[in-house]
């Protein structure tokens, strides 16, 4: 499967995302976060014979690039299958043998993490005395080689748990397990992968940052099963029969920095094609005038009530700038724009809290929380529209014009609710009568907005899912034909009518390692799956994904992408409207207990308890496609 990657504006990218390692980009215009790319993604570890003589294990570079870029070797955490976590212990080891697990870092940072494992190693002589030792923090597995008969040329496959704390879960994988067809198809999108990579940069760059780009572009290349069946490692690739090799500290960025390139010099290689993005001026001092250089449209007083929410909610302000900065491309023309902004934002945040006074915010804070749920949700429309590469001045003037005015009110109002409203009581107890209407008046600008929008996407492909029960024998299946204009939001209406759900439980999609969901779920990790249509995640024809409904009862709707269509070569009826091609049996009952108590169920309830449980005239075995296709069409009528 293509890997999914995130849409942004144009104006809120990646540049400071990008450059510290948490996002990815093969264009400038799409990014995949690094934590949600590498979740769940294995690494093969190949130990040598001196570590399973000595029942332990180095971590060194063996696990880039799956984990956060600015954690220590020494940070990351792993654990057996079972949970235990596996303990750390010190070995001294010879300074030479200690670089081949560091070489990937690249040779100027090879000291210093050397002494930021263990203080001592600051006393050892790296340069003159080839008998210098150094202490390295290895875990200790000696239990696991013995218990599992671990042979010279075994790996233990370590799969990711959590990117940003650098955990790990180890298992043991036999050499044996991987078939040369195997080793062949994973070395091969290993090797395009560093093409394109070498491609993507045009000129060295560090190991750390080709390695992340290398997995990013073998996972668009060979899908999820790159990152979930690994059959090597990187050291294997490096030492096969191939023109990558590290070569010696290069000039990158302004710094020294060792890099892969071809066995040819890297100065052999043209340089990189000169930008023609707008940089911005450098401002500095001001965090109204940074924001505007660096291409936000947020303001100063809109910060600060972002601000004065999270202290309200007794949050720091790390929180305030994932929420309004997250997946932003903050342009910094240096390093100096970059600490002042955050200078700025410093200074601000110990202002507001110094002034707050929690007694008179009492009153306000719900107020101000909507307001700026409204906002949120502008902002987010305005970035799904520059995602999609749509011109506003493609749109309709009408709609477009509408969002403008209404939130220039909504944005207004919010720098009102910053000032001291002593004695305004009645004035905020008439604005708080009138959010409701405020708020079902903004739904009904985006919707316009949105239906504007969707007219841009009358030549998306259609697509034909067939959605299958799991772990029910004989299958509850449908086949249905969707527009790819449609959300996810939408898909999940039309799967609740397909299948017979009432909807009156929570729900989501599993698509390639990542969750979407509706804002209900409160699921931090969660994208908005009403921001994402599914003509825009890049499935291919016989890709599979998931809908999970009621989390008590468990519903695992697996969903296979039967065929991709050119709407040109269907009626225009079915290039937008969804329709229900065919399917077998009727969905379980709702709240029925899940898979065990539909087969209990199915066999050995009474007709009385049946009628109990089930909806008048439930037959297990009958699904009516034109009764079915009848309600959808009502329902998308009014999409």
């Avoid at 670089?99 to 040779?107: D, E």
């Avoid at 090797?191 to 572009?217: C, N, S």
């Avoid at 329709?579 to 899940?594: Q, Y």
């Amino acid at each position: 499967m293509a890997v999914l990657a995130h849409p942004v504006t144009r104006r809120s990218l990646t540049a400071y995302l990008l450059d510290v390692g948490m996002a990815l980009s093969a264009d400038g215009e799409m990014f995949t976060p690094a934590w949600s790319l590498f979740q769940n993604g294995h690494m093969l570890v190949r130990p040598q014979q001196w570590e399973i003589d000595g029942g332990i294990l180095v971590s060194g570079h063996r696990l880039l690039p799956l984990y956060h870029p600015a954690l220590l070797p020494s940070e990351i955490t792993m654990s057996r299958e079972d949970g235990t976590e596996l303990p750390r212990r010190t070995v001294v080891v010879p300074f030479a043998r200690a670089t081949v697990y560091y070489s990937l870092f690249g040779a100027e940072s090879l000291h210093q993490l050397i002494v930021l494992e263990d203080e001592s190693n600051l006393e050892a002589d790296f340069e003159s005395s080839r008998d210098a030792v150094v202490r390295l923090s290895v875990w200790d597995v000696s239990d696991l080689y013995t218990r599992t008969g671990f042979r010279e040329g075994d790996y233990f496959d370590c799969r990711l748990d959590d990117w940003w704390e650098g955990r790990f879960t180890m298992a043991y994988r036999p050499a044996a397990e991987l078939s040369d067809a195997h080793r062949q198809r994973w070395n091969g999108t290993l090797g395009t992968a560093f093409d394109q990579m070498f491609d993507h940069f045009g000129e060295p760059v560090d190991i750390p940052k080709q390695l992340r780009y290398v997995w990013y572009f073998a996972t668009a290349l060979g899908g999820r099963s790159f990152l979930d069946y690994p059959a090597g490692t990187v050291g294997e690739f490096l030492a096969a029969d191939n023109p990558v090799r590290i070569t010696a500290p290069w000039r990158t960025s302004g710094s020294l920095s060792s890099t892969l390139w071809f066995e040819e010099s890297p100065q052999q290689q043209a340089p990189p094609s000169a930008t023609t993005a707008p940089e911005p001026e450098g401002i500095v001092g001001d965090l109204d005038e940074i924001l505007t250089d660096i291409g936000s449209v947020l303001t100063e007083d809109e910060l600060e009530a972002y601000m004065r929410d999270a202290v309200f909610n007794d949050r720091d302000l790390s929180s305030v700038i994932m929420r309004v900065f997250s997946g932003a491309d903050l342009i910094f023309v240096d390093e100096e724009q970059q600490e002042s902004f955050f200078d700025e934002l410093d200074e601000l945040w110990s202002q507001v809290v110094d002034e707050y006074d929690r007694s008179a915010d009492e009153a306000v804070a719900p107020v101000r929380a909507r307001f700026l749920a409204l906002y949120d949700r502008q902002i987010r429309w305005i970035r799904d529209l520059d995602a999609q590469g749509i011109d506003p001045a493609d749109l309709p003037e009408g709609p477009v014009r509408q969002v403008g005015e209404f939130f220039g009110m909504i944005t207004g109002t919010i720098e009102l609710l910053n000032r001291d409203l002593g004695g305004e009581e009645k004035g905020l107890h008439a604005l708080n009568q009138q959010l409701d209407a405020i708020e079902e008046t903004a739904v009904e600008i985006l919707d316009e907005a949105t239906r504007a929008v969707d007219g841009v996407f009358d030549d998306t492909p259609v697509f034909e899912l067939k959605i299958s029960l799991k772990t029910i024998r004989p299958q509850i299946w449908r086949r249905i034909r969707v527009p790819g204009s449609v959300h996810l939001d939408q898909l999940h209406r039309i799967i609740q009518i397909a299948m017979g759900w009432f909807g009156g439980h929570l729900h989501l999609f599993r698509i390639d390692g990542e969750v979407f969901a509706p804002a209900e779920l409160d699921e931090p990790e969660a994208h908005p799956e009403e921001h994402f249509r599914l003509a825009q995640i890049g499935f291919r024809e016989k890709d599979r994904f998931q809908y999970v409904y009621d989390f008590g009862d468990d519903w695992v709707h697996e969903i296979l992408v039967s065929r991709i269509l050119d709407p040109d070569d269907l009626p225009e009826r079915d290039r937008t409207t969804p329709r229900i091609l065919s399917g077998k049996r009727a969905a379980p009952p709702e709240d029925c207990g899940g898979i065990s108590g539909y087969c209990y169920l199915m066999e050995e309830t009474d007709q009385e308890e049946l009628e109990q449980i089930a909806p008048p005239g439930w037959d297990p075995e009958h699904f009516d496609v034109d009764w079915t296709n009848r309600i959808l069409a009502e329902e998308f009528h009014g999409w």
